[in-house]
């Protein structure tokens, strides 16, 4: 006896999130970067395809069971399922407005923001391009003073920058680029969004608020890796990251703007995002590139975290019940079993 379909759809929601939280966290120290990075993706994918009913349940033996253990689970169908089903489609649907509301108060920011046209920008962008192998138009833009330097665009890439960015020295301009490119290079933007929005459909889920945050913070380790791998002086980064950071802390920006940065934009160094203490620390002393024959491992590790995923938004409980007899108990047999006297005999 199945149960019924609304609970099953939390219960694999339950597994799929909870099983790639256990591997994210209890993954060897050696192979956590990839696994951090590539297997939340592919379980906000597979927790997308559950929502929207692309996952086809795997088959599952019918078993027979009690007529009263079938009517208990019809009325818990009937009674609780539908009003749950209601609930969570509520809640889900505000919190998808809400992303959507802060994706058109980001395009409104770019909007009203001015373009940076600059030769010596331009040229620092393109020489950037180059050397992290980046195709396709990117714009700059002046988003006004305080802004924290953030990505935006899903199909019309935008860098913003601060007013004060026009003070910044030839070697700021370059770091900040780079990180801020090296989202557009990652497709971080596309996965960002694939986290909202599953997010959003499992919003009772822990599990998948848990690998939203921890995606978050391995987006922005990748990103500052990248920058040092590209010559940048782990120090002077650190530093220029830390500044920004305590810039974003203050009066200057206003809880718009830091709404903003978690809603459609992936910001260098907001307040309170990207544990940036951490950041930092890593910049300083980097984990130690891994080798051949492990990165090997580890592609084929998170492939089998992938089909194990699938697997677990395709398995099906069911109820099972085993008779001694061919056929089942009756209602009325069960009730009067359940009031016999165990002891007759001691009257």
Same mark, same amino acid.
């Given at each position: 006896?199945?149960?019924?379909?609304?609970?099953?759809?939390?219960?694999?929601? @339950? %597994?799929?999130? $909870?099983?790639?939280?256990?591997?994210?966290?209890?993954?060897?120290?050696?192979?956590?970067?990839?696994?951090?990075?590539?297997?939340?993706?592919?379980?906000?994918?597979?927790? @997308?395809?559950?929502?929207?009913?692309?996952?086809?349940?795997?088959?599952?033996?019918?078993?027979?069971?009690? *007529? %009263?253990?079938?009517?208990? #689970?019809? *009325?818990?169908?009937?009674?609780?399922? !539908?009003? =749950?089903?209601?609930?969570?489609? %509520?809640?889900?649907?505000?919190?998808?407005?809400?992303?959507?509301?802060?994706?058109?108060?980001?395009?409104?920011?770019?909007?009203?923001?001015?373009?940076?046209?600059?030769?010596?920008?331009?040229?620092?962008?393109?020489?950037?391009?180059?050397?992290?192998?980046? +195709? $396709?138009?990117?714009?700059?833009?002046?988003?006004? !003073?305080?802004?924290? !330097? &953030?990505?935006?665009?899903?199909?019309?890439?935008?860098?913003?920058?601060?007013?004060?960015?026009?003070?910044?020295?030839?070697?700021?301009?370059?770091?900040?680029?780079?990180?801020?490119?090296?989202?557009?290079?990652?497709?971080?933007?596309?996965?960002?969004?694939?986290?909202?929005?599953? +997010?959003?459909?499992?919003?009772?889920?822990?599990?998948?608020?848990?690998?939203?945050?921890?995606?978050?913070?391995?987006?922005?380790?990748? +990103?500052?890796? =990248?920058?040092?791998?590209?010559?940048?002086?782990?120090?002077?980064?650190?530093?220029?990251?830390?500044?920004?950071?305590? #810039? *974003?802390?203050?009066?200057? %920006?206003?809880?718009?703007?830091?709404?903003?940065? &978690?809603?459609?934009?992936?910001?260098?160094?907001?307040?309170?995002?990207?544990?940036?203490?951490?950041?930092?620390?890593?910049?300083?002393?980097?984990?130690?590139? #891994?080798?051949?024959?492990?990165?090997?491992?580890?592609?084929?590790?998170?492939? +089998?975290?992938?089909?194990?995923?699938?697997?677990?938004? &395709?398995?099906?409980?069911? @109820?099972?019940?085993?008779?001694?007899?061919?056929?089942?108990? &009756?209602?009325? /047999? @069960?009730?009067?079993?359940?009031?016999?006297?165990?002891? !007759?005999? /001691?009257?």
């Amino acid at each position: 006896m199945n149960l019924p379909a609304f609970h099953d759809w939390l219960f694999r929601s @339950i %597994i799929v999130a $909870g099983a790639a939280s256990a591997c994210v966290l209890l993954c060897p120290a050696g192979w956590r970067v990839r696994v951090r990075q590539v297997v939340p993706v592919v379980a906000f994918a597979v927790l @997308i395809a559950l929502g929207a009913g692309l996952v086809r349940p795997l088959p599952t033996l019918e078993v027979k069971a009690p *007529a %009263i253990l079938s009517a208990w #689970a019809a *009325a818990a169908s009937e009674g609780v399922a !539908p009003g =749950l089903v209601r609930m969570f489609a %509520i809640v889900a649907a505000l919190l998808l407005a809400r992303t959507a509301a802060g994706a058109f108060a980001v395009a409104r920011l770019v909007r009203r923001s001015l373009p940076l046209r600059s030769r010596p920008w331009r040229k620092l962008l393109a020489e950037c391009q180059r050397t992290l192998g980046l +195709c $396709g138009d990117v714009r700059l833009m002046l988003a006004g !003073p305080g802004f924290v !330097p &953030s990505a935006t665009g899903l199909f019309r890439r935008t860098v913003l920058l601060p007013d004060e960015a026009a003070d910044w020295t030839h070697a700021q301009r370059r770091l900040v680029l780079l990180h801020e490119l090296g989202h557009f290079r990652r497709g971080d933007l596309w996965t960002h969004a694939l986290g909202q929005i599953a +997010c959003a459909v499992h919003w009772f889920n822990p599990f998948v608020w848990m690998l939203h945050r921890h995606l978050a913070v391995e987006r922005e380790f990748a +990103c500052d890796a =990248l920058v040092v791998a590209r010559g940048a002086t782990p120090v002077d980064y650190a530093t220029l990251l830390w500044k920004m950071g305590v #810039a *974003a802390q203050g009066p200057q %920006i206003s809880g718009r703007k830091t709404r903003l940065s &978690s809603a459609a934009c992936l910001a260098m160094a907001a307040p309170g995002r990207g544990k940036l203490e951490q950041r930092v620390r890593r910049i300083l002393a980097p984990v130690r590139e #891994a080798g051949r024959w492990l990165r090997v491992a580890d592609a084929t590790l998170c492939g +089998c975290v992938a089909l194990m995923l699938v697997a677990c938004a &395709s398995f099906k409980p069911v @109820i099972v019940r085993a008779f001694l007899g061919t056929d089942p108990w &009756s209602t009325e /047999e @069960i009730s009067a079993r359940l009031a016999a006297d165990p002891f !007759p005999g /001691e009257q």
